[in-house]
C-alpha cells in the first residue's frame, strides 16, 4: 500500500503552521488569505441553497469570525437579506477581524447582538470559534451554540463546526451541528474521528491556491483513507493461481452460544480470498457450522493441544469472536497467542488480553471503544476525549497494530502516520460487525499483507461492504451477515 495514499490530515498546530508558511515563508497576506477563504465558503453556501434570499452569520471576535464577516458582505452586495452577530466583546476584535468587519460596515452591515432565536434565517453561517479551541466552551459562546442549533436551519460552518477539538475530534462540551464545512489550506483530523463525522456533515475542502511548496515543511500528522484509494492494492490473480499462494486462516472461537460470531469471521476470511479457512470452534456446534457453510473447515476441540495441532497448516490465527471467558476460552486464548503466527486479536480475545497484558510486534487488536477501556484501564470517555492518543497508546503497549473501532476507525503501528479510515455509516451499530472485520483482517493477512497494511485495508472494505449495503437496503436493519456478498464485490474492482 502505498505510503502517501489518501489525504493528509493536519491537527490544530499543524494547520497553524500551514498558514505561517503561507503568510511568512511565501508571501500571502493573512486579510487575502481570510477573502479567499470567505470566497470559498459564501460559493458553496449558493451552490447548496442556491435560493436562500435571508443567511444568519454568527461571528466571534478571531479570525473565524473574520471570515464570517467577509461572507456577509458578499452576501449583502448579491442581493440576500443577511442577520450579521457578534458573540464576544467588540473590542478584541483586531488585525484582519477588524479590516474584515470594516468591509461588512462598507457593504452597509453592523453587527448586532445574538438574539433569542435564529429561526428567521434560511441558513446559518457558523464563524463563531475556530481550530484553535482546546478547552470547553462556556458561557456566551456555548449559549450561541445552543441557539444555533435550536434554529432547526442548516448550517455552514466555516473552518470547523464551533465546539469541535480540530486535533482530536472531541465535542468540548457543547458543538454545532453542521450539515456543510468549508475545511482551508489544511484538512483538520478532527473532522474525520470521535464526534467530527456526526458534527460536521460534508466536508468540503478549498486549498485557497498556496503554493504546494507550504505543505513541504509541515508534516500530515496523519492520512484519511477510504476505499477508493487502496482498490488497487489488491491486484488481479495470475491464471495460474492455487489456494496455497493464498494463506490458511485459523478462526479460533464460538464458545456454546455463540458459534455465529466466529461463523462469521470465518466466512468473511473466504470471502475476502483467504485461500482455506479452518475454525476451532466449540464440539457442541461444529456440525452445525460446517452445514451452515462447508467450505469452512470445523473443527471441534476441547484443550489447548488440539489447537495446536490445528495451528500447524495455519499461517494467521484470528482470536477471539464468540470466545468466552470462561475455562475453554480462557486455554485456548493461552494456546494461540503462544503460537508464533500473526494474530488478530477481536472480542473476548481482548477482554482477557486486558485481564493478562503482553507485548507482541506480530499482532493486531481490534478494540472498539469499550474494549479500549479495559485494555488502557480508563473510561470510554477519555477514550473519546482523544481517539488519536488512545490509538497511540494501544499499539505503544500491546505492539504491533492497533484498530481503534468507531465512527473514524483509527488504525495506529509503533513509526507510523495514523490513519483514519472513511466510510461507514450508523447501519453497523449491530452485533457481529466487529467479527465480521476480524476475518478480513485476517484473511488479508494470510493473503500476504503486512499487519498495518491489512488493519487498513480491511477497515477500508468492511467500510465500503457496509455502504454498498445500506445504499441497497438501507441502513436500519442491516445485518453483519449482510456484508458476505458485498466483502467479495468490493475486493474484485470491475476495470
Known amino acids: 500500500m502505498n505510503a502517501s495514499a489518501g489525504q493528509a490530515l493536519y491537527g490544530a498546530a499543524g494547520t497553524r503552521a500551514l498558514d505561517r508558511s503561507a503568510i511568512e515563508g511565501h508571501g500571502l497576506a493573512g486579510f487575502d488569505l481570510m477573502q479567499r477563504a470567505a470566497a470559498a465558503a459564501w460559493a458553496e453556501l449558493r451552490r447548496r441553497w442556491p435560493q436562500a434570499a435571508r443567511i444568519g452569520i454568527v461571528c466571534g471576535t478571531g479570525n473565524n469570525g473574520g471570515d464570517g464577516f467577509v461572507v456577509a458582505a458578499l452576501a449583502r452586495r448579491a442581493g440576500l437579506a443577511v442577520d450579521l452577530y457578534l458573540v464576544g466583546a467588540r473590542e478584541r476584535r483586531g488585525g484582519d477581524a477588524a479590516r474584515a468587519l470594516a468591509l461588512a460596515a462598507e457593504a452597509g452591515l453592523e453587527p448586532l447582538p445574538l438574539p433569542a432565536s435564529l429561526e428567521a434565517a434560511e441558513v446559518i453561517v457558523d464563524a463563531l470559534l475556530g481550530t484553535g479551541l482546546d478547552r470547553e466552551v462556556r458561557g456566551a459562546h456555548a449559549e450561541a451554540i445552543a441557539r444555533i442549533n435550536a434554529a432547526g436551519r442548516p448550517v455552514l460552518a466555516i473552518d470547523i463546526p464551533s465546539g469541535l477539538d480540530a486535533t482530536t475530534g472531541a465535542c468540548l462540551g457543547v458543538a454545532v451541528a453542521a450539515r456543510v464545512t468549508v475545511s482551508f489550506i489544511g484538512l483538520n483530523q478532527g473532522l474525520f474521528t470521535g464526534a467530527g463525522p456526526a458534527l460536521a456533515g460534508e466536508v468540503v475542502f478549498?486549498?485557497?491556491?498556496?503554493?504546494?511548496?507550504?505543505?513541504?515543511?509541515?508534516?500530515?500528522?496523519?492520512?484519511?483513507?477510504?476505499?477508493?484509494?487502496?482498490?488497487?492494492?489488491?491486484?488481479?490473480?495470475?491464471?495460474?493461481?492455487?489456494?496455497?499462494?493464498?494463506?490458511?486462516?485459523?478462526?479460533?472461537?464460538?464458545?456454546?452460544?455463540?458459534?455465529?460470531?466466529?461463523?462469521?469471521?470465518?466466512?468473511?476470511?473466504?470471502?475476502?480470498?483467504?485461500?482455506?479457512?479452518?475454525?476451532?470452534?466449540?464440539?457442541?456446534?461444529?456440525?452445525?457450522?460446517?452445514a451452515a457453510r462447508p467450505e469452512i473447515m470445523c473443527h471441534g476441540i476441547t484443550d489447548g493441544a488440539a489447537l495446536r495441532a490445528l495451528a500447524r497448516r495455519a499461517s494467521v490465527v484470528a482470536l477471539g469472536p464468540g470466545l468466552g471467558q470462561d475455562a475453554w476460552g480462557r486455554e485456548l486464548f493461552a494456546s494461540a497467542r503462544a503460537l508464533a503466527l500473526p494474530q488478530v486479536f477481536d472480542a473476548d480475545a481482548l477482554n482477557l488480553l486486558a485481564r493478562d497484558p503482553d507485548h507482541a510486534a506480530q499482532r493486531i487488536i481490534t478494540p472498539h471503544p469499550g474494549e479500549a477501556a479495559r485494555l488502557l484501564d480508563c473510561d470510554t470517555a477519555a477514550i473519546a476525549r482523544d481517539r488519536f492518543a488512545a490509538a497511540a497508546s494501544l499499539a505503544e503497549r500491546f505492539g504491533g497494530t492497533a484498530l481503534l473501532k468507531g465512527a473514524g476507525t483509527l488504525v495506529a503501528a509503533p513509526g507510523a502516520v495514523p490513519v483514519v479510515v472513511r466510510g461507514g455509516n450508523p447501519g453497523m451499530a449491530s452485533g457481529g460487525m466487529g467479527d465480521v472485520l476480524t476475518g478480513i483482517i485476517a484473511g488479508l493477512v494470510a493473503q500476504g499483507h503486512d499487519l498495518a497494511e491489512a488493519a487498513v485495508l480491511g477497515a477500508c472494505v468492511h467500510a465500503e461492504a457496509a455502504d454498498r449495503a445500506a445504499a441497497a437496503d438501507g441502513e436500519r436493519g442491516l445485518l453483519a451477515a449482510d456484508l458476505m456478498p458485498w466483502i467479495r464485490r468490493a475486493v474484485n474492482p470491475r476495470p
Open 206 to 290: 478549498a486549498g485557497l491556491d498556496v503554493p504546494g511548496a507550504c505543505y513541504a515543511s509541515v508534516p500530515a500528522s496523519a492520512r484519511l483513507v477510504a476505499w477508493r484509494d487502496l482498490g488497487l492494492a489488491l491486484a488481479p490473480r495470475a491464471r495460474d493461481a492455487h489456494k496455497g499462494r493464498f494463506g490458511h486462516v485459523l478462526v479460533v472461537g464460538g464458545a456454546p452460544g455463540y458459534g455465529g460470531a466466529a461463523r462469521m469471521a470465518a466466512e468473511a476470511a473466504a470471502r475476502v480470498g483467504a485461500g482455506l479457512v479452518s475454525l476451532a470452534t466449540h464440539p457442541a456446534h461444529a456440525a452445525v457450522l460446517t
